[in-house]
């Protein structure tokens, strides 16, 4: 149980363009949702904090115009990555509470974003 | 402030034990710990809440020492299949936002 569907996988898009990523949560209510960013050999960085219904928290040094969230239902979290530049490449990842804080978190299977 | 993990990374025999360690600088609330294989997403192992908790699944076990802010993560008997790097995770007083340690890469070969 407690399954985050991402998608797309991977997507490769050239400079300029936008791209959707999509985190379902399949069997639960995912109120919040955590996304994170993981360069190669890297820990991973949270980007931003989305609740339901509400504005997205975003982490300091992060654009919140460029990396646009929306949660618009209990199930259904998406990150926008607009007007991609290759430094913009990375692996993308969104996670969610286990049934509340106190049971750790479910990941997406992550997104490997390529622009060119 | 990202947790300190060590050692950053360990190469074992199948059936050897390992420890990870995770140290932060700032009182924890808890602690939790994930393995990622290469290319995919982590993978929660468990999560430590209470000082001087321990908790255990097969053989990977972990345990919390909230007074030194550490917590250490135990392999015994390792597989092939603990492969991965391993995370720690820590949550301060603001519960619910994480951060993460940079990672422990662990081989285990045959």
């Known amino acids: 149980g407690a399954v985050v569907s991402q998608h797309p996988s991977w997507v490769i898009c050239k400079s300029g363009t936008s791209v959707k990523i999509e985190c379902r949560s399949l069997?639960?209510?995912?109120?919040?949702m955590f996304w994170y960013r993981q360069f190669p050999k890297q820990s991973l960085m949270l980007m931003a904090t989305?609740?339901?219904?509400?504005?997205?928290?975003?982490e300091q040094g992060v654009e919140k115009d460029k990396f646009l969230i929306n949660h618009a239902s209990l199930t259904l979290s998406t990150l926008t990555v607009t007007s991609a530049h290759p430094e913009d490449s990375s692996f993308y990842i969104c996670?969610?509470?286990?049934?509340?804080?106190?049971?750790?978190?479910?990941f997406g299977s992550g997104t490997r974003l390529t622009v060119v | 402030q990202q947790p300190v993990q060590s050692p950053q990374a360990v190469i074992l025999r199948e059936g050897e034990d390992a420890v990870i360690n995770c140290s932060s600088s700032?009182?924890?609330?808890?602690v939790h710990w994930y393995r990622q294989k290469h290319g995919e997403a982590p993978v929660f192992l468990m999560i430590?809440?209470?000082?001087?908790e321990q908790k255990g699944h097969d053989k990977i076990s972990a345990s919390f020492n909230e007074k030194k802010q550490q917590s250490s993560l135990y392999l015994t008997a390792s597989q092939l299949s603990y492969s991965g790097t391993y995370f720690c995770g820590t949550e301060g007083s603001n519960a619910g936002k994480s951060t993460f340690g940079d990672g422990t890469t662990l081989t285990v070969k045959p």
């Open positions: 989305s609740n339901e219904g509400s504005k997205a928290t975003y």
């Open positions: 069997d639960f209510q995912a109120t919040t």
């Open positions: 430590l809440l209470k000082g001087g």
């Open positions: 700032k009182a924890l609330y808890s």
């Open positions: 996670s969610a509470p286990l049934s509340g804080l106190n049971y750790g978190y479910t």
